[in-house]
């Protein structure tokens, strides 16, 4: 088994920026010498929608990657219905959380949010900067909860507690959530069955489902 790594902001750039890059990674791969390609994705804003392979694709059927973090789509689900308004965290996320104002393909970035409150005022005016800056951080007040996922894989209490600061630092609630490794192992074990995974044939494409399957084929 050989492994790739791909930037963390990948999922900040947009379907089309997402989907070509892995699929441009899917098709370095070498028929010959592997059975199988594994994803370790969701449908992420649609971004693995489309793609395809010469050998079975295989991917778990998620939205994001916080299923995978929590261990099952049905466990996310129950909790998305009665936390609203959570913002998860998890000791990738911690590690590796830049901020996407920096990345130049994010939709931050696209959208102009990036900019400082001094280059709204030179650019638009300070009337129009003041509305610009009050409208695009309004996002924050669509979250009142951040919640810190144990995935159990490591001493993490100084993960755990910088995300308590910045819970605060927003005046949101804090949460513990355990998680769980399940999915991962399985799809790195060949586990797959068809509640919890997709396996896309070499003739076929990934697609939304639109229901509680995720994902289907196209």
């Known amino acids: 088994m050989d492994i790739t790594f791909l930037p963390k902001g990948l ?39 489309g793609l395809h392979a010469a050998l079975p694709l295989v991917v778990t059927r998620a939205h994001d990657c916080i299923t995978l973090l929590l261990g099952s789509k049905e466990k996310y689900a129950a909790y998305f219905q009665n936390n609203p308004g959570t913002y998860y965290m998890s000791p990738g996320w911690v590690e590796r959380n830049p901020d996407s104002r920096e990345n130049a393909d994010s939709i931050t970035t696209q959208l102009g949010m ?6 709204y005022v030179d650019k638009f005016g300070e009337d129009n900067a003041l509305y610009l800056m009050e409208t695009l951080g309004s996002w924050y007040k669509n979250y009142k909860k951040m919640a810190y996922i144990d995935t159990h894989v490591l001493d993490d209490q100084a993960y755990k507690d910088q995300t308590r600061s910045e819970a605060a630092s927003h005046g949101w609630e804090y949460e513990d959530l355990s998680g769980s490794t399940d999915l991962l192992q399985r799809l790195l074990d060949g586990n797959w069955d068809s509640r919890d995974f997709l396996v896309i044939p070499p003739s076929r494409t990934i697609a939304p489902s639109h229901d509680g399957d995720i994902i289907g084929l196209a």
């Open 11 to 49: 999922h900040d750039s947009g379907e089309k920026k997402m989907s070509t890059r892995l699929q441009e990674t899917i098709d370095q791969v070498d028929p010959a010498k592997y059975e199988a390609i594994l994803l370790g994705y969701g449908l992420c804003n649609n971004g693995i929608r």
């Open 114 to 119: 990036n900019r400082t409150y001094q280059e």
